[in-house]
């Protein structure tokens, strides 16, 4: 009933399928995780002299089962420091400069502090737009206290929602593209 | 067989005419099932050399006949052959009722099988052409929510995947013209990639009974089946426009068809759907609207003894996602759930915006068939999938969102043989393989890590099923099926997760090379699978039925229940796969009692389903990331049971008035925890009452009204977050479902205009009618957003 004729086609595809099957597929290429922020440095330089003070937090496997690496020093009393963030991928070789990114799209984005310290932030730079970014701030510390300093970065945040310009985030809409906290000493 | 003997029969018409006679009979053929008129429908006159169709309005004529008595063949593409005795006593007319899949002649029960793939032990449930035109303008998964049984999964309004007693996704099989859907079906966002408008018909088959196309069907099977095609000269064509308020879009399809008395035919189908936003009653969704582009031909000779088809289609769709819903993070989330409205709605647009998706699926086959003598049918067919999904992402600099975040190219070639055995009248057969190479493959310029990795698949499968019919009341079947599966993937892991999860230990021998922080890794599966089903159908009584099925199915993990990393924006959440995963085996036993008959008929199903090895994702920590704190879901296998009950009932209240009645429940149990199983579809109520009129222009009317129960069976995962900025804890409730709903719908259509070849009709519809503001256990947005407000549409339909 069904003949050779019939079959060989069947049996070609056959083995078609099997060569198919037993080649590998190709290698594919290595990706390089770019949205990605793996560290955070916070640089706090005091205006009247001294040692800069740094907070890092660094978690290079990402969304990985690794916990983030903080390091954090202590900050001096009765002090006013210039502060600085710094954000970095670090997974590309060399490290992205994220910062940078969100300093030339400022229009879109936003940091906000919040702390248990006795301790003053201040935005000290600006969009294009006059609105704050938060990249450079400045910090003024009270007596001796300790506690904790979150440091957000919102994603196309309201700017001009109430009380927004002045680093209070409640009002602030947007997504969080960062959202860090650092144990606080100050002595 | 029937037909060869219908065949020998032409052959002896000259014989019979004879006397000089001139009555007519007027026919007039309608659908059991909804009463409406069966256009296109193939009568032969039995014994005569008469052929005719059916018209727009279900009706015929044969002129010339004597006073006496003759047979009928009518023969539809959706129903089952029916053959009807008449007796013509001068000028007579009938109504001739067509029943989908089961036959019922007046006394006389013949059980037609040529048209029916699938099953005797296993109830299957239609949608109709015109069921399928009223959602034109939607999706698969909406328009399939009219069957008992079958509720969806939605990711807002647009993106729909058929839930099927239970279970969904890779869980589901998806026949599209006879061919198995490979479009990433694993993604919980990812709705079938078919166009409603190209099927004439849809069955739903709620079980894993129909080996032919595979043993993974642990959900059931849908088949979209195209219109078949009369051999007649002919060309027709049918046109729908639709315009819906909510939205603020149309839909046009189209089709003409042209086919010959040689058994030569060809179609050609088109769609376009454009809509904006959508609205709820209170708000504009904002950057929900999609478009769909889709195009399609089929041309091909069928000549009973052989026949060839081709077939291609092309699918494009580019469908926006819930701006609100993209999120950064528990902090993030718990905005949007404090939030009585979605945290960003903005003017309403046609404009569709990160994050979205598009994807475009392309399908071609090419069958062929050959009949034996005295043998049976022998089906070939070798068919290719091309399928290109890009997903779009929301990125920091917001010049770079054109560029996808996800880009996936999945191309399935598949090749299968079958041989139908349906030369013995009771004792059926079928048998057949089919060998399918997949490979996957990601474009690396998106700069994110892949979701799933690329990987090659060899499927190879064989089949045996049969049936056998002690009396014309009672047959039994049964029939079994092996899988083999190989996949071949090449991954990049993150190297802190591969020794996390104790990979390094467990299979070291997959490593590649180590990159620091990422390893390359060479996975390798190979998968033997059986399944098998066994079942009897037995016709008890006059309109009475009795069917019961048992069948053993077995589903290979998915790439994405094996390989999963990383971070969900949509869901935000971090889901994590499993290399350890074994085989779903699902052991499922349903029985279904039915009555049909013209004044009232029903069908009551109730099934249990015992799933080994059962795949879910389920959230099992919180971890901080730069980002904040994110919830982590992990794939987990556990032994579940699915308990369920589908009821639909249909009673003649007076002439041109029916009461129907649908009512569905299914409970899911984690048999290993002793807890409710997750996204679960909540029992649901719909009572309809439906007139129709043929003396009125076809009027009908027709008022729904649709209960959905709160589903009070879930996991409970609430949980608990410090929150920094706020220095508060906060309970997060992704858990509880929301409350029961009820929502109004209602249906008016008349026909315009008509002529012998020509008939205009419009429709209006109204859904949501009281606008009720819900939200749906299954929709993954109901975290942020309510669902769609009252919508009304406008459809006309051109037949010609």
Same mark, same amino acid.
């Given at each position: 009933m069904i003949d050779l004729i019939k079959t060989k086609p069947v049996a070609m595809i056959l083995i078609f399928f099997g060569a198919v099957a037993c080649t590998d597929p190709e290698i594919p290429e290595i990706i390089n995780q770019e949205e990605v922020i793996t560290t955070i440095l916070v640089r706090l330089t005091p205006e009247n002299g001294g040692e800069t003070a740094v907070l890092s937090y660094r978690d290079l496997d990402g969304n990985g089962p690794n916990a983030p690496v903080l390091e954090t020093d202590q900050l001096q009393a009765n002090t006013e420091y210039s502060g600085e963030i710094v954000l970095l991928n670090e997974t590309l070789n060399p490290a992205e400069i994220v910062t940078e990114e969100v300093a030339e799209e400022g229009t879109d984005h936003q940091f906000f502090y919040a702390t248990t310290a006795a301790m003053n932030l201040q935005y000290a730079d600006a969009d294009e737009n006059g609105n704050p970014i938060g990249i450079l701030f400045n910090l003024q510390t009270g007596n001796p206290s300790s506690g904790s300093l979150t440091i957000v970065l919102r994603h196309e945040?309201?700017?001009?929602? /109430?009380g927004v310009q002045n680093? /209070?985030? /409640?009002?602030?809409g947007g997504e969080t593209d960062l959202s860090v906290t650092f144990g606080i000493t100050v002595e | 067989m029937q037909k060869i003997f219908i065949g020998l029969l032409f052959l002896w018409s000259c014989m019979i005419f004879g006397q000089k006679c001139q009555n007519s009979f007027t026919g007039k053929i309608i659908d059991y099932h909804d009463n409406s008129a069966l256009a296109g429908a193939t009568i032969i006159l039995i014994g005569s050399e008469k052929a005719l169709m059916s018209d727009l309005d279900g009706k015929f004529s044969i002129e010339g006949l004597c006073d006496g008595n003759y047979k009928l063949q009518i023969s539809h593409p959706e129903c089952l052959t029916r053959i009807v005795s008449i007796s013509v006593n001068g000028d007579t007319s009938k109504e001739i009722y067509l029943e989908h899949h089961i036959v019922e002649l007046e006394k006389v029960v013949i059980r037609e099988k040529a048209h029916k793939n699938s099953l005797e032990s296993l109830a299957e449930s239609n949608l109709s052409s015109e069921e399928i035109a009223r959602h034109s303008a939607g999706s698969l998964g909406d328009a399939l929510k009219e069957i008992s049984g079958v509720s969806a999964l939605n990711t807002g309004n647009t993106i729909s995947k058929p839930i099927i007693q239970g279970l969904h996704g890779s869980r589901i099989l998806i026949m599209n013209h006879g061919v198995r859907m490979e479009s990433q079906e694993w993604g919980a966002e990812h709705a079938p990639n078919v166009d409603i408008n190209s099927a004439n018909a849809i069955s739903v088959i709620?079980? !894993? !009974? !129909?080996l032919q196309y595979g043993g993974d069907a642990i959900g059931g099977m849908i088949k979209m089946m195209p219109k078949s095609i009369a051999k007649t000269d002919s060309l027709y064509g049918k046109t729908l426009f639709t315009a819906a308020t909510n939205g603020r879009g149309t839909s046009t399809t189209t089709s003409l068809t042209k086919s010959y008395k040689n058994g030569w035919y060809a179609t050609v189908q088109g769609t376009l759907k454009r809509f904006g936003d959508f609205e709820t009653p209170d708000y504009i969704l904002s950057n929900t609207g999609f478009g769909e582009k889709d195009a399609s031909i089929r041309a091909g000779f069928d000549t009973y003894l052989h026949g060839l088809e081709v077939f291609y289609s092309y699918y494009h769709t580019e469908l926006g996602i819930l701006s609100a819903s993209h999120l950064g993070g528990i902090e993030d989330q718990l905005r949007a759930l404090n939030s009585d409205r979605p945290l960003i709605v903005r003017d309403f647009t046609y404009a569709i915006d990160a994050p979205k998706q598009e994807v475009t699926h392309q399908l071609a086959k090419v069958s062929y068939f050959k009949r034996f003598k005295d043998f049976g049918k022998l089906s070939l067919q070798y068919d290719f999938q091309k399928n290109h999904r890009l997903e779009f992402d929301r990125r920091r600099n917001s010049n770079e969102n054109s560029r996808a975040a996800i880009d996936l190219l999945l191309n399935t070639h598949n090749f299968s043989a079958d041989m139908k055995f349906d030369n013995h009248s009771s004792l059926e057969g079928k048998a057949g393989f089919n060998a399918r190479f997949q490979e996957n493959s990601s474009d690396p310029d998106t700069g994110v890590k892949r979701l799933i990795p690329d990987y090659t698949k060899t499927d190879f499968g064989v089949y045996a099923m049969t049936s056998y019919a002690f009396s014309p009341n009672f047959t039994i079947e049964a029939g079994g099926r092996y899988d083999y599966s190989y996949l071949n993937a090449y991954k990049y892991y993150q190297k802190s997760l591969w020794e996390n999860r104790d990979y390094d230990k467990l299979f070291p021998e997959f490593i590649v090379e180590d990159f620091e922080t990422q390893l390359l890794a060479h996975p390798t599966f190979t998968f033997h699978a059986f399944s098998g089903t066994a079942g009897l159908h037995y016709d008890f009584s006059e309109n009475w039925e009795l069917l019961a099925n048992y069948s053993l199915a077995s589903r290979i993990p998915n790439p994405s229940e094996l390989f999963s990393e990383g971070l969900h924006h949509s869901a935000a959440r971090i889901e994590i796969g499993d290399l350890r995963f074994e085989k779903e085996i699902a052991n499922k036993f349903s029985v279904n009692l039915q009555k049909k008959s013209s004044k009232f008929r029903f069908s009551l199903n109730a099934y249990v389903n015992n799933i080994k090895n059962f795949i879910v994702l389920e959230p099992v920590e919180i971890q901080q990331t730069i980002r904040g704190s994110f919830q982590v879901w992990e794939y987990r296998q556990t032994n579940a049971q699915m308990l369920g009950l589908d009821f639909d009932a249909s009673l003649k209240i007076m002439e041109n008035l029916r009461f129907e009645n649908r009512f569905s429940i299914v409970k899911g149990n984690d048999r290993s925890f002793d807890k409710a199983l997750i996204n679960m579809p909540p029992a649901y109520l719909v009572n309809g009452l439906h007139y129709s009129n043929e003396g009125l222009g076809n009027l009908e009317i027709s008022l729904e009204s649709k209960t959905v129960f709160e589903q009070n069976e879930y996991p409970d995962n609430r949980f608990t977050v410090f929150v920094p900025t706020t220095q508060t804890t906060e309970r997060v409730d992704l858990s509880t479902p929301p409350a029961a709903y009820h929502l109004l719908n209602f249906r008016i259509g008349t026909d315009l205009f008509k002529t012998k070849d020509y008939k205009t009709r419009i429709n209006l519809s109204v859904q949501n009618v009281l606008d009720r503001s819900y939200r749906d256990y299954l929709n993954r947005q109901r975290y942020y957003a309510d669902n769609l407000g009252r919508n009304f549409t406008l459809q006309l339909t051109f037949k010609y």
């Open positions: 945040p309201n700017k001009l929602a /109430e680093g /209070e985030i /409640e009002n602030a | 709620k079980g !894993a !009974a !129909a």
